[in-house]
């Protein structure tokens, strides 16, 4: 059996190192939302500007509903890293949800804010299992599932 599949939590050493990467993804997904909001913005400008017809005014208004997805799965990806965050302070990090197991440190790094094992990832049904979601019984994005 490793080492890793007795312990019941990472060291304080290893929540630091965990720590320095979603600061440093943080930072640079608050950033990009930054950018995102400022291209938005210059792009309601633009439209008001030209507030008679324009032909291009469908392409405005795709541009503006992509970079309004965009910020929201921005948005997300920040709010759940400062979930992650606040695991590591609580001491919970990278403790697996479903299994209550150790999530492995190279899922970890590669997905920071995860909350599932890989174990546990496999047992969800995946996206073509799943019904579809008709339109009038859509509620909202589902927070269960960071990944």
């Not at 060291?11 to 440093?24: R, T, V």
């Not at 990278?94 to 999530?103: A, D, E, Q």
């Amino acid at each position: 059996m490793s080492e890793e599949s007795i312990k019941t939590r990472y060291s304080d050493a290893e929540l630091e190192e965990f720590k320095a990467l979603i600061e440093k993804k943080l930072a640079e997904s608050r950033r990009e939302f930054d950018r995102l909001r400022e291209t938005l913005n210059e792009t309601n400008e633009n439209h008001d500007l030209n507030a008679i017809w324009n032909p291009d005014e469908s392409s405005d208004l795709g541009d503006k509903e992509y970079l309004t997805m965009m910020m929201s799965r921005q948005a997300k990806f920040i709010h759940n890293l400062e979930m992650a965050m606040g695991r590591i302070a609580n001491k919970t990090y990278g403790i697996c949800k479903v299994t209550s197991k150790l999530i492995d440190k190279r899922r970890l790094f590669a997905v920071p804010h995860t909350t599932l094992s890989i174990e546990a990832k496999r047992l969800q049904p995946s996206q073509e299992d799943r019904p579809p979601v008709r339109p009038d019984s859509f509620s909202g994005p589902a927070e269960d599932d960071p990944e």
